[in-house]
C-alpha cells in the first residue's frame, strides 16, 4: 500500500497566528521553530500510522509556505518527504498518481472568507459559485482525477467540517476550535498527535470503503483571497477552463506570481 501525506501548518494543535517571515527577532524566530516542531510530531505521528496498518511506501509533500517546514531529520525514517522551494517543482502535489492508494491531509487551514477560522486563505471558485474549495478539499480533488480517495483530514473545526461535508466517510481530527483568524481553543499537541495517530490508522485499513473525491468537467475555476484573512475577498488572475479540476487547477497556478518555476527564491512573494 502507497500512501501520500499532504501537510499544512495552519491546521495543526498550538498554531493560530503567521510567524513574521520579515522579522528576524529571537521571539519570532521561536515561533516558527516551534511551530515546524508541532507539525513535525503530527505528520510523523501520521507516518507511524500508515505503516502500523500496512503501508509499505509513505511519501509526505511539506507544502506550507517555503516548502521547508518541517524537520525531516526526525522523521519515521521508513518515510521520504518531497520539500524544498514550493512551487518551483512540477507540480503543486509532486509525485502524485494513480498508483497511490490514498491520500492523508495534515495540518489543513480553512478556505479564505470562512468566519472565525484559522487564517483562512484560498477560496477555489468552481464553475461561477457552484462550489467552494479550500486548499485541503482542492488536494482531495485532484487526487480524486487520479482516482485515489482522500481518507483523512485534520484542522480546524471549520475545516474539517468543509471537507467532512464534501467526502462522505473521511476520518477527522479537529485539533482545535478556532475562534478568529487569529484564536482557537486547542487541543495539547501530545494528544492531537495520538488522535492523529489512532485515526489515521483507522482510515488506512479502511481506505478503499472512501470514494475518490471527483469534480465533474469541465471546471472553470478563478481564485477569491483577501491579504489579512477577512471580507471582502476578491479575484486573484483571471478565470480558467479546462477539462478537468487538476488541470485547471495547474493552469492557473502557472499563470500566479508565487509560481516561480526554475528561480530559487519564493519567500520574497508580496501579496498583490
Ligand atoms: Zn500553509
Known amino acids: 500500500m502507497k500512501i501520500y501525506i499532504q501537510t499544512d501548518l495552519e491546521g495543526i494543535a498550538g498554531f493560530c497566528f503567521f510567524e513574521n517571515r520579515r522579522d528576524a527577532g529571537i521571539e519570532n524566530i521561536r515561533h516558527r521553530h516551534r511551530m515546524c516542531q508541532l507539525l513535525t510530531n503530527e505528520v510523523n505521528a501520521a507516518v507511524r500510522a500508515a505503516f502500523d496498518s500496512g503501508a509499505k511506501e509513505v511519501i509526505v509533500n511539506d507544502s506550507h509556505g517555503s516548502g521547508y517546514n518541517i524537520l525531516f531529520e526526525q522523521l519515521d525514517p521508513r518515510c521520504r518527504i518531497i520539500h524544498g522551494r514550493n512551487c518551483s517543482g512540477p507540480h503543486w502535489l509532486p509525485l502524485l498518481d494513480s498508483s497511490f492508494d490514498a491520500v492523508i491531509m495534515v495540518g489543513m487551514h480553512a478556505m479564505g472568507g470562512t468566519p472565525a477560522a484559522i487564517t483562512p486563505h484560498s477560496r477555489w471558485q468552481v464553475n461561477g ?3 467552494y474549495m ?4 482542492m488536494a482531495a480533488a485532484i487526487a480524486g482525477d487520479y482516482g485515489v ?3 483523512f483530514v485534520s ?3 471549520k475545516t474539517v467540517a468543509e471537507v467532512s461535508a464534501k467526502i462522505s466517510g473521511i476520518k477527522a481530527v479537529v485539533v482545535k476550535e478556532a475562534l478568529s483568524p487569529y484564536q482557537a481553543c486547542s487541543m495539547i499537541p501530545a494528544q492531537a498527535c495520538q488522535m492523529i495517530y489512532e485515526n489515521v490508522k483507522e482510515a488506512v485499513v479502511g481506505y478503499d470503503r472512501i470514494e475518490p473525491y471527483k469534480i465533474q468537467g469541465p471546471v472553470e475555476l478563478v481564485l477569491l483571497d483577501s491579504p489579512d484573512h477577512c471580507p471582502p475577498l476578491r479575484k486573484i488572475g483571471e478565470p480558467v477552463t479546462a477539462d478537468n479540476i487538476s488541470e485547471a487547477f495547474m493552469l492557473y497556478e502557472k499563470a500566479m506570481p508565487w ?5 530559487v527564491d519564493v519567500d ?3 501579496f498583490p
Open 134 to 137: 479550500s486548499e485541503c478539499s
Open 259 to 263: 509560481n516561480k518555476f526554475n528561480t
Open 129 to 131: 459559485g457552484d462550489i
Open 268 to 270: 520574497g512573494f508580496i
Open 149 to 151: 480517495p482522500a481518507v
Open 155 to 157: 484542522g480546524d473545526d
